[in-house]
């Protein structure tokens, strides 16, 4: 008996336990809130060519696996894990987040994605920043007609 008690306790503290969890992730994400003066924060690094290759490179390495290999939204590891993420070749994707906000949400994380705070320089962010901003612009054209 004493054995059965045990074991409905364990699963009761279990259930409380993951309640808990649950709601404190909806809780952080309720209040999510990036500071202004983090908002109006502006890209230091100009957007060039070798800039946008070097935050390819860090996308590659670190992004990919979630985000998909060309900024589709649908790698691997968010397949596995159930995520939709946004397509970043939508130009409507990012045209509301300002490079502080994304430099912000590259820094800290959100949800399931980690901050590089400890990982990334800060000018590997803004060269990303500037890799991503590019994926956009990069929609096909109409066909030359004949």
């Known amino acids: 008996m004493r054995g059965c008690a045990a ?3 364990l699963l009761l503290w279990g259930s409380i336990a993951s ?21 109006s924060r ?3 690094t100009k957007s060039t060519p070798t ?7 860090i996308y590659g390495f670190d992004c990919a696996m979630c985000h ?8 691997d590891l968010a397949d596995s894990m159930g995520l939709k993420l946004r397509d970043y070749r939508d130009p409507a994707t990012l045209k509301d987040l300002t490079d502080g906000e994304l430099y912000y ?10 901050g590089d705070e400890d990982r990334m320089k800060p000018e590997q962010r803004w060269n990303l920043i500037n890799y991503l901003r590019s994926l956009a ?10």
Do not use: H
């Open 42 to 44: 502006q890209n230091p």
């Open 7 to 9: 074991a409905v306790a």
């Open 68 to 75: 998909g290999k060309d900024g589709d939204g649908k790698g």
């Open 105 to 114: 949400l590259l820094t800290k994380g959100k949800g399931k994605m980690p």
């Open 137 to 146: 612009k990069k929609t096909p054209s109409a066909p030359a007609k004949p």
């Open 19 to 39: 309640l808990s969890e649950r709601q404190e992730a909806a809780e952080k994400a309720a209040e999510f809130r990036i500071p202004p003066e983090e908002a």
């Open 51 to 57: 800039s946008i290759a070097l935050g390819k490179k």
